[in-house]
């Protein structure tokens, strides 16, 4: 049974941090890509991070570069985490762990984030 389990979103204020943490079990953790998406209210999904151990790639949306932080830990235990700093009113959103390879896609839970200005 695969879980995704999210947590760490809360209220923050405009240029707080937050930590989000993304508890996996049931896959292969370093077979799959880890990123965290993220949806406002009445926006479409963006992808703001992803992690591929795979190919040993990064990518950041341009939104959050230089203020977010991914990493991953697969030894102690399999989790995903999101530094968050310097956090902006606009970054307000539900955010959601993903693991996807070639043949599966899983999601967690989601955490809301909520940034006061």
């Known amino acids: 049974d695969v879980q995704l389990q999210a947590s760490g979103g809360g209220l923050v204020q405009a240029g707080g941090s937050l930590r989000l943490s993304c508890a996996v079990s049931?896959?292969?953790?370093?077979?799959?890509?880890m990123s965290w998406i993220r949806q406002a209210p009445g926006k479409e999904r963006e992808v703001v991070s992803c992690t591929s151990k795979s190919d040993g790639t990064t990518y950041y949306a341009d939104s959050v570069k230089g203020r977010f932080t991914i990493s991953s830990d697969s030894k102690t235990e399999n989790a995903v985490f999101l530094q968050m700093n310097s956090l902006k009113p606009e970054d307000t959103a539900v955010y959601y762990c993903?693991?996807?390879?070639?043949?599966?896609?899983?999601w967690g839970q989601g955490t809301l984030v909520t940034v006061s200005s």
């Open positions: 049931g896959i292969t953790f370093d077979d799959y890509a």
């Open positions: 993903n693991a996807h390879s070639n043949w599966s896609d899983y």
